[in-house]
């Protein structure tokens, strides 16, 4: 069977308080979008548990530390999985705050469940998600949602953006996610982005705010600039996706700007106009 993991971006990010345990307390808005990777399980003729077949966007690194095969791992602590080729066509940048790795996690859980019929429900999904990482588990049910505690807390909220352009730009820039944490002091937002995410889109500049982009713009002035031309090119709200790299903007009306972007991996959404 085959999927496709979507990306995700985060519409605005506050870093509210540092906990014990080392890792901090946020409250974000996660949206799906329609940037995917393609991943597929076949039966496999081995007498290994699974053999690892990854194409597209390299990924360093062991196919063991991969978040798919710890996803695979984790089901198998409590199920009977006969051999499988797992095939990773990865299309999602990483080192971009776009989820893709936990996105491609969360649909491996649930590529298991139902090509075996494991019998797992969300719930019990959404619960394995958070294990393997903090933002996996929005992708169990991979719906708007305003998530709370490390982003492992959602609720769901009724939000529709299908009406306007999505414009994604990443540079080639990594920001390590511990750098970008270390640089941002926690505080309490003066208005949860739960209540400004209710307001008309067009109102979201200068009320929704990503705590990491003043250190991340000042440490990497490209990401900045691309948030910059996103307004200059239009754009009615802009901003980075999680701890960074990428950057997108909304429009009201169609552009073409990936020549604006050289040497940047950029993405636009086909647009549905519901009215």
Not at 6 to 27: C, F, Q, W
Not at 41 to 63: H, L
Not at 92 to 116: C, H, Q, R, V, Y
Not at 199 to 215: A, H, I, Q, R, Y
Request: with cysteine; glycine share 8%; hydrophobic share 40%.
């Amino acid at each position: 069977m085959i999927c496709f993991p979507n990306a995700k971006i985060n519409l605005g990010l506050n870093i509210v308080s540092k906990r014990p345990d080392g890792y901090h307390n946020l409250e974000t808005v996660f949206y799906p979008i329609g940037l995917k990777d393609a991943l597929e399980i076949v039966p496999s003729g081995s007498s290994e548990p699974y053999r690892f077949f990854q194409t597209g966007i390299e990924i360093q690194g062991n196919a063991e530390d991969n978040l798919v095969i710890k996803a695979l791992k984790l089901i198998s602590e409590e199920k009977q999985i006969p051999p499988i080729d797992i095939h990773l066509l990865k299309k999602i940048p990483f080192g971009a705050g776009l989820g893709g790795g936990s996105s491609d996690a969360a649909f491996m859980l649930k590529l298991l469940n139902e090509t075996f019929s494991l019998g797992y429900s969300d719930t019990e999904l959404e619960e394995k998600a958070a294990r393997i990482g903090a933002d996996c588990a929005f992708f169990i049910k991979n719906k708007p949602a305003f998530a709370t505690g490390i982003g492992d807390e959602l609720a769901e909220i009724e939000l529709d953006l299908s009406n306007y352009l999505f414009v994604l730009v990443k540079p080639n820039v990594f920001v390590p996610t511990k750098d970008a944490y270390a640089m941002v002091a926690p505080q309490q937002p003066e208005t949860s982005l739960k209540e400004i995410v209710k307001k008309p889109v067009s109102e979201w500049k200068g009320l929704m705010k990503n705590d990491f982009e003043p250190s991340v713009f000042k440490k990497y002035p490209e990401i900045c600039n691309i948030k910059k031309q996103l307004y200059d090119s239009g754009a009615v709200y802009a901003s980075m996706s999680g701890s960074g790299s990428s950057v997108f903007g909304l429009f009201e009306k169609e552009v073409e700007l990936k020549e604006g972007f050289p040497d940047c991996f950029v993405w636009m959404n086909p647009v549905t106009r519901t009215s």
